[in-house]
């Protein structure tokens, strides 16, 4: 009996009606390919896959210039950022020194980072010690010699907002930075110069 049901089985593995339906399986895995692939094929329940709405850059008969994508209105912010308001002037960096206050405790943590910072963007020009005398400008490739900051007048008179300031908006011949640095960084640099840098200076 045993070996009857085995030879049974051995049979139908080998029979005609198998290697049909292994051929037929074959022939449905291949004739499913598009070789094409411009055929996106039967979509079974779609959904909402596909939206109906205007392309960013598409034409639209609903606005009267019949683009989609509409100009900005004017006064429009970026979420989470606050628009910097002191403009690059004379006027701009006394108003900032006088209003704008530092709004971070000097933690090793935030020194550590102003020092990061500086030493991406500062240091070439405004030197290691902060006496303006980088490397830009002591191998003549920036004629102007930067401004120290770590004399008595950046020491008393200067105040971090002003500091801030500078940075933001650049001064005279140096450039603006605050689209390079975020206000947190900005801050940081500020604190670095003067917990490190003027605390450790000789007032040159
Ligand atoms: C490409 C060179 C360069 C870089 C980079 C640069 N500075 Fe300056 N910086 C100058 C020069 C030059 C001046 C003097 C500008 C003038 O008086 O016209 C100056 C002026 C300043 C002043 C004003 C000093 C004063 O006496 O009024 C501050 C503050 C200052 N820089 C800070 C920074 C900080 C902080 C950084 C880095 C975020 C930086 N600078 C990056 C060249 C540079």
């Known amino acids: 009996m045993q070996q009857n049901t085995m030879i049974q089985n051995t049979n139908i593995r080998t029979g005609p009606a198998y290697l049909a339906a292994i051929l037929a399986v074959f022939m449905i895995i291949f004739s499913s390919c598009d070789r094409t692939r411009n055929d996106k094929g039967y979509e079974y329940f779609p959904d909402m896959a596909h939206s109906w709405p205007y392309?960013?850059?598409?034409?639209?008969?609903?606005?009267?210039?019949?683009?989609?994508?509409?100009?900005?209105?004017?006064?429009?912010?970026?979420?989470?950022?606050?628009?910097?308001?002191?403009?690059g002037s004379f006027e701009g960096r006394e108003?900032?020194?006088?209003?704008?206050?530092?709004?971070?405790?000097?933690?090793?943590?935030?020194?550590?980072?102003?020092?990061?910072?500086?030493?991406?963007?500062?240091?070439?020009?405004?030197?290691?010690?902060?006496?303006g005398?980088?490397?830009?400008?002591?191998?003549?490739?920036?004629?102007?010699?930067p401004k120290s900051l770590v004399n008595d007048k950046m020491k008393n008179e200067v105040t971090d907002g002003e500091i801030f300031h500078v940075i933001t908006r650049g001064w005279g011949v140096m450039g603006a930075h605050g689209a390079q640095i975020d206000p947190d960084d900005r801050w940081a640099i500020v604190n670095y110069i003067r917990e490190e840098l003027q605390a450790n200076s000789d007032n040159q």
Do not use: M
């Open 55 to 87: 392309d960013t850059y598409s034409e639209n008969p609903v606005y009267e210039d019949g683009k989609t994508a509409q100009p900005v209105p004017e006064g429009t912010v970026p979420r989470d950022e606050i628009p910097y308001q002191y403009p």
């Open 133 to 145: 005398n980088g490397n830009l400008h002591t191998s003549g490739l920036y004629i102007i010699k």
């Open 95 to 131: 108003l900032a020194a006088k209003e704008l206050k530092n709004p971070f405790e000097p933690t090793a943590k935030l020194i550590k980072r102003g020092k990061e910072q500086y030493d991406i963007f500062c240091v070439n020009c405004h030197g290691p010690e902060g006496k």
